[in-house]
T-cell receptor
Framework: DADVTQTPRNRITKTGKRIMLECSQTKGHDRMYWYRQDPGLGLRLIYYSFDVKDINKGEISDGYSVSRQAQAKFSLSLESAIPNQTALYFC???????????????FGEGSRLTVL | DQQVKQNSPSLSVQEGRISILNCDYTNSMFDYFLWYKKYPAEGPTFLISISSIKDKNEDGRFTVFLNKSAKHLSLHIVPSQPGDSAVYFCAASPRSSGSARQLTFGSGTQLTVLP
């Protein structure tokens, strides 16, 4: 089983609908992140969390919200989806001690969202 | 304005030859640089990193070179194998005083190693 699990893996929704992407991890890491990937733009940070009580906006947080329900769970919500939120979304985790040395993130397999 | 740029969207190399993937950055505050590899339908996986105090880091077939004055880094894969075919993302992280290290990613280069 994957250490970082994202659900759903694929989702098609309509403009204006609320959508939630969920992420759970078994790595025991304290830090969790949500990124989106768009063609030609690479991965961009949406939100990140260093522990359950710590939530921070990333580069492109507008139109998104997050919830850190537990150390192992970090969900991303689109309150009212719009077509330009069509993208591939990745959850990632990191271990502070190791991240501080290598910057290494552990990614889930991605959630492909299409907003019609 | 993209602070980390990978100007080659794709690269094709013959098996056994060297693959060189390039990355340029503009932010002089970046002090850690990483390469991630991504296969289709999978998340990116960490490949190799380098600190700004070094100019080279080697791990098996993979070597990353950092030229701070030119704000340029490159990933060399020698010899290239068909299993290396993937998208390679360059990423950079700024100096911090204990706060979050946030990676800025390039747009990626699709490497195809031809048998």
């Amino acid at each position: 089983d994957a250490d970082v699990t994202q659900t759903p893996r694929n989702r098609i929704t309509k403009t204006g609908k609320r959508i939630m992407l969920e992420c759970s991890q078994t790595k025991g890491h304290d830090r969790m992140y949500w990124y989106r990937q768009d063609p030609g733009l690479g991965l961009r940070l949406i939100y990140y969390s260093f522990d359950v009580k710590d939530i921070n906006k990333g580069e492109i947080s507008d139109g998104y919200s997050v919830s850190r329900q537990a150390q192992a769970k970090f969900s991303l919500s689109l309150e009212s989806a719009i077509p330009n939120q069509t993208a591939l979304y990745f959850c990632a985790t990191s271990d502070f001690s190791r991240e501080g040395y290598t910057g290494e993130l552990f990614f889930g397999e991605g959630s492909r969202l299409t907003v019609l | 304005d993209q602070q980390v740029k990978q100007n080659s969207p794709s690269l094709s190399v013959q098996e056994g030859r060297i693959s060189i993937l390039n990355c340029d950055y503009t932010n002089s505050m970046f002090d850690y640089f990483l390469w991630y590899k991504k296969y289709p339908a999978e998340g990116p996986t960490f490949l190799i990193s380098i600190s700004s105090i070094k100019d080279k880091n080697e791990d098996g077939r993979f070597t990353v070179f950092l030229n701070k004055s030119a704000k340029h880094l490159s990933l060399h894969i020698v010899p290239s194998q068909p299993g290396d075919s993937a998208v390679y993302f360059c990423a950079a992280s700024p100096r911090s005083s204990g706060s979050a290290r946030q990676l800025t990613f390039g747009s990626g280069t699709q490497l195809t190693v031809l048998p």
